[in-house]
Structure formats: structure tokens, C-alpha cells
């Protein structure tokens, strides 16, 4: 189990990334604009380095929804690999079924 303060440190991560994805993907697309002046773009760029770092879509790491681990977590179930073996053993897991054959 992740340490608590570890896990608010991602949901804060998500929502800093939520808030401020509209704002950086402008100030990327300046960036990019070859139409506009050297100096516009330097702005756009100085402005996005002074955005938070924790903003940035990339920080936010997958956690397991169950216990926050942060390593092979499956995409489709939100859950790291122990603990989606543990559930789809119990039971827990809908449509998930054992292989055999």
C-alpha cells in the first residue's frame, strides 16, 4: 500500500494538469507557429517554463485505484497486476475469467 501523501500528491498532480492543459497546449502551438515573431515565441516559451511543473500531463503516473502502487498497473482495470490476480480470483472482477485449456 502507497503511502497517503504519496497518493494526494498524484490527485493533486491530475487536477494541476487538468487546469492547466488548455493554457499550455496554446502556448505550445505558439511555440510551434512559425508565423509568428522570434520574439512572441521566446514569450510563449519563457511563459511555459513558468508554469508549474506538476501541470505538465507527463508527472501524472498511473497508480493502482486499490493500493496506489505505482508499477504494472493494467490500463483497462486501473489495478496493478497482484492485486487484479487477487480479485479476479474472488471473484470480484465481471467477465473476468481464469484460462484454461
Partial sequence: MAKTSTIAKEKKRVTLSNRHLKKRAELKAKIIDEKLSIEERREAMFALTK???????????????????????????????????????????????KASW
Fill in 51 to 97: 508554469m508549474p511543473r506538476d501541470s505538465a500531463r507527463v508527472r501524472v503516473m498511473r497508480r493502482c485505484q486499490a493500493t496506489g502502487a505505482p508499477h504494472a498497473v493494467y490500463r483497462k482495470f486501473q489495478l496493478n497486476r497482484i492485486t487484479f490476480r487477487n480479485m479476479a480470483l474472488q471473484g470480484l472482477l465481471p467477465g473476468v475469467t
